[in-house]
């Protein structure tokens, strides 16, 4: 995590809406193997936890019951040539980012706690799809549903540590920080330029 007290982010609201809007990143976990990484989708059970699924066959699940487990996401990410801060030339090049990490303890759920994840994280998904009629499990064959479900183990991240990152320039002059928003948008990096121009 950086150091600049500049870019730490600790709005817990701003950062739930962060990773639900994005509801995607990497599970990492320390085993006997080594550290290992599963990329999953994930969904806000509540305000503290997260609830996700594995393949019972991802070698993860021998591991990952009552481990620690820290989840990141990922947003925009754009390099910041010296040039554009328009200030002279005793500057660097850097990298602004956005970055949630996300640790807490990993328990199993039941067959419900399984569902119930599964409902969520496609409810979430196919409102954003409206004026699509939403798609839910209940148009499948309840045999079939019930089967695929059995290769599948559901989970919940109980949230104890957050650590967020804004990186956006908030260190430079407002002039400097804009003048480079405006050179990453004539290069199409609309998300990340938007952002800077927000920075405080």
Known sequence: MPTHPAFRWEDRPAIR????????????????????????????????????????GNGLVR?????????????PDAYISPDWYQSGPNQVPTWNYVTVELEGAVTRTDEAGLIA????????HERRLAPKPE?????????????????????R???????????????????????????????????MAALMRGAK
Do not use: C
Request: aromatic fraction near 8%.
């Open 63 to 75: 591991h990952i019951e009552g481990a620690t487990g820290l989840f990141a996401v990922q947003g």
């Open 157 to 191: 991240l109980e949230v104890q540590d957050w650590r967020g990152t804004l990186k956006l320039g908030q260190n430079k002059p407002d002039a400097a920080r804009l003048a480079a928003a405006n050179a990453l948008d004539a290069q199409g990096r609309r998300a």
């Open 17 to 56: 809406d962060f990773v639900r809007d994005l509801g995607f990143g990497a599970l990492f976990v320390a085993t006997p193997d080594g550290p290992r990484v599963v990329h999953v989708p994930v969904v806000w059970l509540d305000d503290t936890t997260l609830g996700f699924h594995l393949a019972r």
């Open 135 to 155: 798609w839910t499990r209940g148009k499948m064959d309840p045999a079939i549903a019930a089967k695929m479900a059995t290769a599948i183990i559901g989970y």
């Open 117 to 124: 994840i599964l409902d969520a994280i496609s409810q979430e």
